[in-house]
Structure formats: C-alpha cells, structure tokens
C-alpha cells in the first residue's frame, strides 16, 4: 500500500513564492496528496493566492498569530491526516515527479523521516543561484547539505523534509527555537532512537535570500543557533561547525600579520581559498557573473555565520547566558 503525503507548509507574507510553489505542485505526476498552509500571521492576504488552486489541489488553508516556523508546522502537523508529514518552505519549486518519488524512495529504504538536497533552478536570478552554490558548495559549510555521500547521519531540513507522523507526536515535533529547529528535530528523532536518510531523487529548488544583505543575517542568525543546538545536543557536537569561526578569525590574523609584520603568509591562503572557489563555482554554474558573486556571498556565509557561532559561543560558554535571555528572537515563548 503506498504511504499517504500531506504536505506542511508555514507561511509568513511571500505570497509570490506560495503562488510558485503551488502551481509547481499542481504538475505532479502523483496526484494523491493533501497541502495544508499555515499562514503565520502574514501582513498580506494569502487566500486569494491559494483561491487560484483549490480546483486543483487538495488544500486547507489555516491562519494564525505568528509564532514562527517550528510552531506553525506543528499546527498544521495536529490538523494533517495522512501518515506521512512532508515539510517545504515557501520559497521552493518541486519537480514534477516529487510525490511520486517521496513514495517510492520511502518503500525502498524504511525510515522514520528522511530530508533531500536544494538546488537552484535555472530560471533563477544570478544572485540566487550564487548563494545557492554558496550554500550547497564542497568549499563551504555547505558541502554537507546536498550529498548522500557528505554525511554519516543526515539531517534533514524543513525546506525538504518528511517524518512520520506518529514520529513526529511522539518526540513532540519541533521545539520553540525560531532559528535551528530542523536539526534540533532531527537530533532529538535520533536520541529517541528513530532513523533519517537522505533521499536522493527529491532535491528541491530552493530560492533563498534575495540580496546579499537578507543573507548575510540569515546565516548569521543560523551561526548563533549552532552553540544553542550544542547545548542541547552534545553527543552529536562536531568540530568542523566551529570553521567559519576559524576562517574569520584567520582572516582578521591575516591582515594584523601584514599591517604588523609585513608579511602576507596567511592571506595568501586566503587568496588560494579565493581562486579554488571561483573556479569551482564556475565549473558547477557556467558563467563567470555567477563566479564572481558566489566568492562573495560565500565569504559573507563564512565571516557571518563565523560572526554568530562565536558571539553565541562567548554568550553561552563564557557568560554563562541561557540561550532564550542571549537571543530572545530565537525563542517563541511557549
């Protein structure tokens, strides 16, 4: 008997994505699913949006005062009706045969949830799909995110993710971090002895930030999550998250090393790091205007990113500051 889909979307404002991402949805090849939106207290009217579908799709259209994006796809969770809670962020356009191979893949390999890569499509904008590289690239923190092969455990994240529901009441689906509570999901699905795999036939594309500006605090934000999830999980804490620190700080040495000693050693590295990802964004991309942003918007990834693991990190570790008083933003209180 094939698994049962409802899809779970949080929405707030975005109303063009959401027009995108259902009409992506409206070209499945599986037809058999259910969509339930959750509208997180937008300040725009989503219905008439959702109106131009509802002939098509199986939608259930919620609104609610916003809370954030864990809390709202619990709320959709609790009013889902099929077996199976697939997870996309607004932001994304699927293929048309992704239901089809969500069910397939989960008869294939059994789990209790399961997670996909993101990608840019080509109808994206050049600094989309810049960040996109930036974001999925073996050169980056990224590397991880869009490989079966990159991880031991794989993680998967709410932009492209499916649990079981039962699974997902049982560990009390994702908690009341606003920033970080897709891993936060995740590791608390493997501390209470669930599976995650990575499924390889249902990459998304994902559009992301839209300057470099909304990235930069984006990931910065995603940089203070990192010492929060430590704390929370410290059996599955790892070295490498505290690279981009390192690269910030080597960077900073770099420039004291030649303003004060005139020597440009580290720099150099630097410079090297500079030419590997250019050229490897240009093979991957194939056009140098992509090239050229993707070495910017990974180093703004890196030093913020880097920025927000080191400011959480002294706040937490040093200060001794609870996480929900050091970031008050991060946390919906409950």
Not at 45 to 70: H, M, Q, V, W
Not at 101 to 123: L, M, S, V, Y
Not at 236 to 259: Q, R
Request: glycine content about 8%; hydrophobic content about 45%.
């Amino acid at each position: 008997m094939k698994p049962t889909i409802s899809i779970v979307v949080a929405i707030f404002n975005r109303k063009d994505e959401l027009f995108e991402l259902l009409n992506s949805l409206t070209a499945q090849s599986d037809k058999d699913f259910e969509i339930i939106i959750v509208d997180d207290g937008s300040l725009v009217d989503l219905k008439p949006t959702i109106a131009n579908f509802e002939t098509f799709l199986t939608i259930r259209y919620f609104r609610k005062d916003n809370s954030g994006p864990g809390l709202s796809r619990n709320y959709g969770a609790r009013r889902a009706e099929n077996e199976w809670l697939v997870f996309v962020d607004s932001d994304v356009i699927v293929e048309k045969d992704y239901i089809e191979n969500i069910k397939k893949d989960i008869i294939e390999i059994p789990c209790d949830a399961f997670g996909g890569a993101d990608k840019a499509h080509k109808g994206f904008n050049l600094m989309q799909k810049a960040i996109s590289y930036s974001m999925t690239s073996v050169f980056t923190t990224g590397g991880i995110r869009g490989s079966k092969k990159a991880v031991s455990k794989f993680q998967p994240r709410s932009f492209n993710m499916g649990v079981k529901k039962e699974v997902f009441e049982k560990v009390g689906g994702f908690s009341e971090m606003r920033i970080g509570e897709d891993p936060d999901l995740s590791m608390t699905l493997w501390e209470n002895g669930y599976t995650t795999v990575f499924f390889d036939t249902i990459a998304v594309y994902h559009k992301r930030r839209v300057d470099f500006g909304k990235f930069s605090k984006q990931v910065y934000q995603f940089g203070c999550a990192r010492p929060i999830l430590n704390q929370r999980h410290p059996n599955y804490v790892k070295i490498s998250f505290a690279f981009p620190t390192l690269f910030l700080l080597g960077y900073i040495m770099g420039f004291l090393e030649y303003f004060i000693m005139g020597k440009g050693i580290i720099l150099a590295f630097y410079g090297l790091y500079t030419f590997m990802v250019l050229f490897h964004a240009l093979f991957v991309t194939k056009n140098i205007s992509i090239a050229g942003m993707a070495v910017i918007s990974t180093y703004i990834q890196m030093f913020s990113y880097g920025y927000g693991f080191l400011k959480s990190w002294v706040l937490l570790n040093v200060f001794k500051m609870k996480p929900e008083d050091a970031f008050p933003k991060h946390f919906h209180k409950m």
